[in-house]
């Protein structure tokens, strides 16, 4: 498994912008899928970003495309979300998550999960 440990979140004003940051260490960091995903009070956890072990495809919810990027440094075994013109409706804790699997969208495919960073966007 790969240990992650999120950073980044806080409180931002509707319109704001945020970076994410997640650091990795233990299994090898750059053979991994990497993702986002975020889950709200009352609401199941849901896929947010995510992007290939080289960096090459990325892949996003429809609801923070053009919004969000997510991107990778395996130098550094660090994956990143920028996060612009934020919404109310992205408050959430966002989690970072590791996976070998070809399941991008959903959580199963990923075996490896930060504690989260709490993101939140005032009206």
């Not at 299994?27 to 970003?49: C, I």
């Not at 997510?70 to 996976?99: F, H």
Request: glycine share 12%.
């Amino acid at each position: 498994q790969v240990q992650l440990v999120e950073s980044g979140g806080g409180l931002v004003q509707a319109g704001g912008s945020l970076r994410l940051s997640c650091a990795a260490s233990g299994r090898t960091f750059s053979s991994n899928r990497l993702g986002w995903f975020r889950q709200a009070p009352g609401k199941e956890r849901e896929f947010v970003a995510a992007i290939t072990w080289n960096g090459v495809f990325t892949y996003y919810a429809d609801s923070v495309k053009g919004r969000f990027t997510i991107s990778r440094d395996n130098a550094k075994n660090t994956v990143y979300l920028q996060m612009k013109s934020l919404k109310p409706e992205d408050t959430a804790l966002y989690y970072c998550a590791a996976g070998l699997g070809t399941i991008v969208r959903d959580p199963v495919g990923y075996d490896s999960w930060g504690q989260g960073t709490q993101v939140t966007v005032s009206s």
